[in-house]
């Protein structure tokens, strides 16, 4: 195995080392209410990342709806004149939670009271600035009620049929070597074996990016990527240190998805660089469509390849027809395996999609911190994006729940989408129309010349005509 780089583990013993982001306002606030949301309601990783895509995505269209700087997700920029900024990105992210959730109606309620008088008061004159009135007067705060919960409403009603939890009958995979099959210990059938088909944010379909799939079982590769799992993978592994026992056990933990550990960071440097309301709500949308349109195309692939967990695997080495591995019948893996195939890791697929996005915004070489509700008090550093994609990738080899293969090829897949959506969505208007008259000026230059061409080859067919005429 590569060599595992360790990173130093920090105890936060300060309440707020990343709790308490000082610079904030009413986008970064309501997302992490939709954090808690998601963490008191038990959501899964999956619902997770859907519903973190449909809050995000209302909040972008309801704050772009009013400054109109970039191209929208969903709803088309129509808010009324003066609408306030900050209140139609908290109408937008209640609007939706409250939906999604209804049974935390009270706990959304105080909050969004909270932010309104918050927002009445005139607090925060840094984020006012934004708004085009900026005293936050009563029509200005009416309006922008009315255009978030019009925006909240549309995004709604554009995901009510978007197919995450379309229902199939159970997968339980086959038995042939190679092949996914319920693992120990609930036996649970394939999960949400049609996620692949459901229907992207920005993306074309899961489809869309091609997925080399696993190594054939009689391979090298395959061999290696064996080896490898069950050396440092099994629940009582000597050959794995404590810090890497501690690092595969963090990035399972979080209680509100993926979407926990990279909006925060997104957030995070956000609060360094003091970026505006609108810049936030443009980053989380981007970072939140990322993972959700990452989940799509790695349930794709997953259910196109159908390949056994490391567990299975080892378990029943003897059939694989590899003469470099060998079988193990009471091997078992440090976390539980998850009820669904090996290839491509889902959290690798959604986390390098998030990094990029990351990366794109504030730059690849930045260091960060990632926290996780599910694991007080630690914390993983990393010096830039690579170092933090090269740890994801060993942790669940380390878990004993994936092959190196998987990890490897879902990096690939997810940064090719984060890159897809940076560069086909959330793109400036300002360039857009230039793009748009630069392709005007091309059209009419060959319009032109069409002409002239046209003009040319009449005038030489007259010529041509008089001559034989003559003749």
Not at 62 to 67: F, L
Not at 338 to 359: E, F, K, M, N, R
């Amino acid at each position: 195995m590569k060599k595992v780089i360790k990173f130093c583990l920090l105890l936060v013993l300060a309440a707020g080392n990343l709790t308490a982001i000082a610079y904030a306002d009413e986008v970064t606030d309501w997302n992490q209410i939709m954090l808690d949301t998601l963490r008191k309601a038990g959501a899964s990783p999956i619902t997770s990342i859907r519903v973190g895509a449909i809050v995000q995505s209302a909040v972008y269209d309801a704050v772009n709806g009013i400054n109109g700087t970039f191209t929208p997700i969903h709803v088309a920029p129509a808010a009324p004149r003066g609408a306030s900024l900050r209140t139609a990105a908290v109408q937008a992210a209640y609007a939706t939670l409250v939906q999604l959730f209804p049974t935390q109606q009270s706990d959304l309620d105080a909050s969004r009271a909270a932010s309104l008088a918050a927002i009445s008061s005139g607090g925060d004159d840094e984020n006012e600035k934004e708004d085009d009135d900026e005293n936050q007067d009563s029509r200005s705060i009416a309006r922008g009620i009315e255009w978030g919960q019009t925006v909240a409403d549309g995004i709604l009603a554009w995901r009510s049929a978007d197919g995450f939890a379309d229902t199939a009958p159970p997968f339980l995979g086959g038995s042939a070597p190679g092949q996914w099959r319920p693992t120990p210990p609930a036996f649970a059938s394939g999960l949400l074996p049609l996620l692949g088909n459901a229907t992207p944010f920005v993306i074309r379909s899961g489809a869309q990016f091609p997925q080399a799939g696993p190594p054939p079982l009689t391979s090298d590769q395959y061999a290696t990527d064996f080896n490898e799992v069950k050396l440092l993978g099994s629940a009582t592994s000597p050959s794995r240190t404590s810090d890497q026992t501690v690092l595969a056990l963090f990035w399972q933990s979080s209680l509100s998805g993926p979407d926990y550990f990279w909006d925060r960071v997104a957030v995070s440097l956000g609060a360094q660089r003091r970026t505006s309301l609108s810049q936030n709500a443009r980053t989380l949308a981007m970072v939140n469509i990322a993972l959700a349109d990452a989940v799509i195309a790695a349930w794709y692939g997953k259910y196109k390849f159908a390949f056994w967990r490391p567990l299975t695997a080892i378990q029943n080495a003897d059939d694989d027809g590899n003469a470099a591995t060998s079988s193990d019948a009471n091997w078992t893996p440090l976390l539980v395996t998850p009820p669904y195939p090996d290839y491509p890791s889902g959290l690798l697929s959604v986390s390098s999609a998030a990094l990029a996005v990351i990366a794109h915004q504030f730059g690849e070489r930045t260091s960060f911190t990632v926290d996780s509700n599910g694991m007080p008090g630690v914390v993983r550093f990393f010096p830039d994006v690579p170092a933090a994609l090269d740890e994801l990738v060993n942790a669940r080899i380390l878990a004993g729940i994936h092959f190196r293969t998987a990890d490897v090829d879902a990096v690939k897949l997810g940064t090719s989408i984060g890159n897809y959506i940076i560069a086909n969505s959330f793109q400036s208007v300002h360039k857009e129309k230039e793009d748009k008259k630069d392709e005007n000026d091309k059209k009419g230059k060959k319009d032109k010349k069409d002409k002239k061409d046209k003009k040319d080859k009449k005038d030489k067919k007259d010529k041509k005509d008089k001559k034989d005429k003559k003749d």
